[in-house]
């Protein structure tokens, strides 16, 4: 299947600073790619979906100035936290859709961030 | 999206096959079973999916009732690898679609 690599894979920060974590497809071009959050025992919720140079859509309760998400390129997607809060640790997963891979999705490692 | 049912958690003897049910009753024509799992602290992994026909891949078989209301996995000799929370999911699949997760059914893999 098609590898979606995401990075860094762990991340402490300070509260109220900033944190970027990149999404890649490394062996298709994904036209629509989206970010989820996961927090402990609980099933992974969506965050927002982007297609390659148009803006993210937000799911409901998703502060979009909080998590900014750029699709700048086929490959690549990025999420920013801004301004990141203890309650903003969580475990953030990626997934990519495109290529010849027809309609599956297929996830990153995630991205465990905690705030401090 | 319709929505789907898993039992919480099941067991399966190392070895043995294991059967993971998903009941789908309110599935439309257009919409794709889908499967994934999600091994502790990793992100989902893909495994199968099907519009109305069994199919069958290196990881596993999936079932599909004739009225599509219900659907099983089986991976057909479980290891203890394969102990993961699994996730059924139907979704159209189109440009617009994406996957909306539920609470999946915890597999344990038990020596």
């Known amino acids: 299947g098609a590898v979606v690599s995401q990075h860094p894979s762990w991340v402490i920060c300070k509260s109220g600073t900033s944190v970027k974590i990149e999404c890649r497809s490394l062996?298709?071009?994904?036209?629509?790619m989206f970010w989820y959050r996961q927090f402990p025992k609980q099933s992974l919720m969506l965050m927002a979906t982007?297609?390659?140079?148009?803006?993210?859509?937000?799911e409901q309760g998703v502060e979009k100035d909080k998590f900014l998400i750029n699709h700048a390129s086929l490959t690549l997607s990025t999420l920013t936290v801004t301004s990141a809060h203890p309650e903003d640790s969580s475990f953030y997963i990626c997934s990519a859709r495109g290529g010849g891979y027809g309609n599956i999705q297929y996830f990153g490692a995630g991205t465990r961030l905690s705030v401090l | 999206d319709a929505k789907t049912t898993q039992p919480p958690s099941m067991d399966c003897a190392e070895g043995r096959a294991a059967n993971l049910p998903c009941n789908h009753s309110?599935?439309?024509?257009?919409?794709?079973v889908y499967w994934y799992r999600q091994i502790h602290s990793q992100g989902p992994q893909y495994i199968i999916h099907g519009l109305k026909n069994n199919e069958t891949n290196e990881m596993a078989s999936l079932i599909i009732t004739e009225d599509r209301k219900s659907s099983t996995l089986i991976l057909p000799h479980a290891t203890l690898r394969d102990t993961a929370v699994y996730y059924c999911i139907v979704n159209t699949g189109g440009s617009q679609g994406n996957l909306i997760f539920g609470k999946g059914t915890k597999l344990s893999v038990k020596p």
């Open positions: 982007s297609n390659e140079g148009s803006k993210a859509t937000y």
């Open positions: 062996d298709f071009q994904a036209t629509t």
């Open positions: 309110t599935i439309s024509g257009n919409e794709y």
